[in-house]
């Protein structure tokens, strides 16, 4: 929290899981125009969520989502 002013943008989600690792892009949150930071909303969170849970079950190496 920058204090920065929060403009609605996407941004790209990544995470490794081990065994591989997971990158959604065009995720849409809020973005801080100052550093950059995105904020998600519930239901994006909850979206990101199923895709790596289905990423995890099915042990893909690399797997690259687009959003929106
Ligand atoms: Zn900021």
Not at 10 to 36: E, I, K, M, W, Y
């Amino acid at each position: 929290m920058c204090g920065g002013v929060r403009e609605s943008g996407t941004t790209l989600f990544s995470v490794d899981l081990g065994h591989g690792v997971v990158v959604v892009r065009n995720v849409p949150a809020s973005v801080c125009s100052q550093c950059g930071e995105a904020l998600l909303d519930d239901e994006t969170a909850g979206e990101l969520e199923r895709i790596v849970d289905d990423a995890r079950a099915h042990k893909r190496q690399a797997e690259v989502v687009e959003m929106g």
